[in-house]
């Protein structure tokens, strides 16, 4: 139920940036931004409620992983929008957090974590691919607006996009700098959770989900598949020269993998993460 | 108090005539100091540009103002009456508070949207402040056009989108590379409008700005014509390109001097720096093809022509939003003028207790003969505090009003109440000059609503 009220808020603030986008209106923007703030407030309320109730942050389950990583995104756009003064991105955002955010308000309640998930390692490794995502959820939005941008002033008929978004410079610099954060975060998370996964099949070896947990399975396969797209970006962005355009193609592939793999097959197709 | 503006603009007076009429050339503070000498306004304000030359003035006869400032105007600049009578355009009271909040608004300007009028207003402003012929009449009509000129450009679009060439080469500039801080620019061609263009990039900032020629002398030559520039031969072109980020091209020749094979070869050792040409020459210097490849953004004179006609046309659809604010902010001010009716019988009122006390302090006097001065100054003092407590409330009420039925009913009972004479109340706002002005200045320091002066 609890998840509900913040999923109110960000819907409200989807219309807001959607209404500012289109109006340019200075105060609907202001609207926009501070009904934002309200919504990550109530969400991080509802996510230190569900903490103490709990005694530990609820991330173990695919439902609240999501909502976390919503509360995350929130607050990296936020970052982003009060350090550049750049409001036009939160039109591609809010829809992504509003549809996400429906997940955990329909199927409320908190797993209990089990015991093969406490310790400090676990935390480790959801927190930094949590924060991965993010950061790669802010790529595709920029390389999305990259290419509409791109395409406008290509295409010589300069207007919507044109009239409202940063330069092309300012998107391929701003898309570079959320591949590399979400790259080191992807990699630590990628490599803490395997060191995790064969202390786990030392001590709880029976749990059908930790012998599960090997690259036979989707969640553990999609991920990696995830880790190299995004550094063949990377690589190709340092060694080919690959940037603008083809960048942002990458982002937006990469972005689709990782919500591929955060919702349709958290829920239904991995045997090693369901807790 | 009547509000009027005189005056031409380019809609009413052609080029040779505003040209003479220009109250930059005799100097705006002359002119204001000379028009308050004639006696015919009240308060006046001078907008003078290439484009209009307007006298606001607030006065008390309307027709004679009017009169004597298209008289003042052709006087002043010394141009026949004959010549100037029949452009001049004449607005009264609300009519020219709409008038100047269109101009502030930049929907009067020749190029509707532009944004220079707003600056030239608010100097106009500036001038007759310094002049000391703005009082509270004009200092709120200008101050709510300096809303309205900032509603519109932050509330509509009228103001976007670049209206001429050179500033849309520029603003396509922006939105590529983002700052041009630190961009290298990259001219080919010596003649006079790759020079214009230049300088106008100049403007913005560029980190380095190269010129090439085929020859070597006309290069340096524009080089140093543009300042800061620097020359380079034409053997040395792609690696000069290599190095830019937005071209210029603007030769005489007449086939293309970049092909799309060239631009491919200067565009593989930057891998994926953008690169902007902009070719203003005729005929084109780039093969058109040129902008097939990744990140080259190629846009010609007439694609820049587009461009600027796209915003003609968006600004002409921002308009209508315009003219809202406009509307709006003439209801407010309309709002302010009817509380102003209010005035005169706020003076009346304050004369009425004024008298009142010192007909007392008159009585009394034998009584306080035989205090110190000291003890009488007190005496005096106090008085006069009360009676300015007992008023501050009813004329901060009374100014609040905002509709003249309501003013009308106040200002009927306190006639009755405190039996003011009707000729104090009614005769007020057709008093003389000096004698109003005395009066407004006097109840000035009740009135709390009064605009800021300065921004």
Redesign the interface.
């Known amino acids: 139920m609890m998840n509900i009220t913040p999923l109110v808020i960000y819907a409200a603030a989807m219309v807001a940036y959607g209404w500012h986008f289109t109006e340019r209106n200075p105060m609907v923007g202001r609207t926009a931004t501070t009904l934002l703030i309200f919504a990550a407030l109530a969400h991080t309320f509802v996510i230190g409620m569900l903490t103490m109730d709990v005694g530990h942050v609820p991330v173990a389950g695919a439902t609240s992983a999501i909502s976390t990583f919503v509360w995350l995104l929130a607050l990296a756009y936020l970052y982003i929008e009060l350090t550049t003064d750049e409001r036009a991105m939160g039109v591609f955002i809010l829809p992504l957090l509003v549809s996400l955010q429906a997940i955990p308000a329909l199927r409320p309640g908190v797993e209990d974590l089990a015991p093969v998930l406490q310790g400090p390692l676990f935390g480790v490794h959801v927190s930094s691919l949590l924060f991965a995502y993010a950061s790669f959820a802010l790529a595709c939005v920029i390389g999305v607006t990259y290419v509409l941008l791109f395409k406008e002033i290509k295409a010589k008929h300069l207007g919507f996009f044109y009239a409202r978004l940063p330069s092309l410079q300012v998107l391929d610099r701003m898309n570079h700098v959320a591949i590399v954060v979400g790259w080191v975060f992807l990699t630590i998370g990628i490599i803490v959770g395997a060191i995790w996964a064969a202390q786990a099949q030392g001590g709880y070896a029976g749990d059908p989900r930790v012998q599960a947990m090997s690259l036979k399975d989707p969640k553990i396969i999609v991920a990696l598949v995830c880790w190299l797209v995004y550094s063949f970006e990377l690589f190709a962005a340092r060694r080919i020269g690959w940037g603008g355009r083809r960048a942002a193609y990458l982002s937006t592939l990469g972005f689709v993998i990782v919500l591929l793999n955060f919702v349709p097959i958290s829920y239904f197709f991995t045997q090693s993460h369901n807790f | 108090m009547k509000l009027v503006v005189v005056g031409i603009s380019h809609r009413t007076a052609p080029v040779e005539l505003r040209e003479r009429v220009d109250f930059n050339v005799r100097g705006v503070r002359e002119a204001l100091v000379a028009l308050a000498e004639r006696g015919s306004t009240r308060e006046a304000v001078i907008v003078s540009t290439c484009n209009r030359a307007e006298i606001y003035a607030a006065c008390d006869d309307a027709k004679r103002t009017r009169d004597d400032v298209a008289r003042f105007i052709s006087d002043f600049n010394e141009v026949p009456p004959a010549e100037v009578a029949p452009h001049v355009q004449e607005l009264v009271d609300l009519d020219a508070a709409r008038h100047l909040f269109r101009v502030a608004g930049g929907l009067d300007s020749l190029v509707v949207g532009e944004p220079q009028i707003l600056g030239q207003v608010k100097e106009a402003h500036t001038a007759a402040a310094e002049a000391q012929t703005v009082g509270p009449m004009l200092n709120r009509l200008f101050h709510s056009c300096f809303a309205v000129g900032k509603r519109v450009r932050?509330?509509t679009?009228l103001g976007?989108?670049a209206v001429s060439v050179s500033y849309a080469a520029v603003a396509?500039a922006?939105?590529?590379?983002?700052d041009l801080r630190g961009r290298n620019v990259v001219v080919i061609g010596a003649g006079e409008m790759g020079k214009l263009t230049a300088l106008h990039m100049k403007t913005e900032g560029v980190h380095k700005m190269t010129i090439v020629s085929r020859t070597m002398a006309h290069a340096a030559q524009t080089a140093e014509a543009i300042g800061g520039a620097s020359a380079a031969p034409w053997d040395e072109l792609d690696a000069v390109l290599g190095a830019g980020d937005i071209v210029i091209t603007a030769t005489g020749a007449s086939a293309a001097i970049l092909t799309k094979a060239h631009v491919e070869a200067i565009m593989r050792p930057?891998?994926?720096r953008?690169l902007f040409i902009i070719d203003i020459a005729l005929p084109r210097d780039v093969e058109p093809a040129a902008?097939e490849i990744?990140?080259v953004?190629l846009?010609n004179i007439d694609?820049l022509q587009?461009?600027v006609r796209?915003?003609l046309a968006r600004r002409a659809s921002e308009v209508a939003r315009a003219e809202t604010i406009v509307a709006e902010e003439v209801d407010k001010f309309a709002a302010w003028l009817r509380s102003r009716g209010a005035i005169p019988t706020v003076v009346a009122l304050r004369q009425r207790f004024e008298a009142i006390r010192r007909a007392e302090l008159e009585r009394l006097d034998f009584k306080l003969a035989t205090l110190p001065p000291e003890a009488r100054m007190r005496v005096d003092e106090i008085t006069h505090l009360i009676i300015e407590k007992l008023l501050l409330t009813p004329t901060e009420q009374l100014k609040a009003i905002g509709d003249a039925e309501t003013v009308g009913a106040y200002t009927e009972a306190l006639t009755r109440l405190f039996g003011l004479t009707d000729d104090a109340a009614a005769a007020a706002p057709r008093a003389p000059a000096t004698g109003a002005a005395q009066q407004d200045a006097k109840v000035e320091p009740f009135n709390r609503n009064r605009p800021r002066s300065g921004r």
């Open positions: 932050t509330e679009g976007s989108g396509l922006r939105k590529i590379f983002g930057r891998r994926n953008p902008g990744e990140q953004f846009y694609d587009a461009t796209e915003n």
